[in-house]
């Protein structure tokens, strides 16, 4: 069955970048399309973009530009970045598998990671 | 960016009660709408797409109903295990929404 683990630093400085890896078994990230959700306290659950190893992104025009996405095919693997973190970047970030059918559906989650930006 | 907007936000009720959820959006959405389930600490579960489709797996005492901006998910007949958050997403046009989640609690 289709299994996605993220991994990566728990503790992010405010101004750096968080980076996050989702890493896929059971599917290929050649297939489909791949996506990033954080949930805080603050704001719930929040869609933070998607990624095709075509290279087709959209992400959330909320976060102002700071997401970067990529895939790397030969680990099966895709990754998030996110540029000049404050307190409010602090959530659990998930990856989840993208379907086109009928709009999207996220099918497969993460376990998701905790990040907290802090000092 | 479409809202969305569920009620109520919290919800008591017993083992074998019939529920409903409802989720509203700020525009019409057709029926491009999701259903997930979310259980303390887990990763949020898939449960509805399309408004009305069940995912494969998902007990047939989930269901969905709606179109345009109004919505609702009912569990005819609640079990344990569904005590939890449940929340809907628009997957009509992204930023893909959430709305802020039910908790249903015994």
């Known amino acids: 069955q289709v299994q996605l683990q993220e991994s990566g630093p728990g503790l992010v400085k405010p101004s750096e970048t968080l980076s996050l890896t989702c890493t896929v078994s059971g599917d290929s990230v050649s297939n489909n399309y791949w996506s990033w959700i954080r949930q805080s306290p603050g704001k719930g659950l929040e869609w933070i973009g998607s990624i095709h190893n075509s290279g087709s992104t959209t992400d959330n025009p909320s976060l102002k530009s700071r997401v970067s996405m990529s895939i790397d095919a030969s680990r099966n693997q895709f990754s998030l970045r996110l540029s000049s973190v404050t307190a409010a970047d602090t959530a659990v970030y998930y990856c989840?598998?993208?379907?086109?059918?009928?709009?999207?559906?996220?099918?497969?989650w993460g376990q998701g990671t905790l990040v907290i930006v802090s000092s | 960016d479409v809202q969305m907007t569920q009620s109520p936000s919290s919800l008591s009720a017993s083992v074998g009660d019939r529920v409903t959820i409802t989720c509203r959006a700020s525009?019409?959405?057709?029926?491009?709408l999701n259903w997930y389930q979310q259980k303390p600490g887990k990763a949020p579960k898939f449960l509805i797409y399309a408004a009305s489709s069940l995912q494969r797996g998902v007990p047939s005492r989930f269901s969905g109903s709606g179109f345009g901006t109004d919505f609702t998910l009912t569990i005819s007949s609640l079990q344990p295990e569904d005590f939890a958050i449940y929340y809907c997403?628009?997957?009509?046009?992204?930023?893909?929404?959430f709305g802020q989640g039910t908790k249903l609690e015994i």
């Open positions: 989840a598998r993208l379907l086109y059918s009928s709009g999207i559906l996220l099918d497969h």
């Open positions: 525009q019409s959405i057709n029926n491009y």
């Open positions: 997403q628009q997957s009509y046009s992204p930023p893909y929404t």
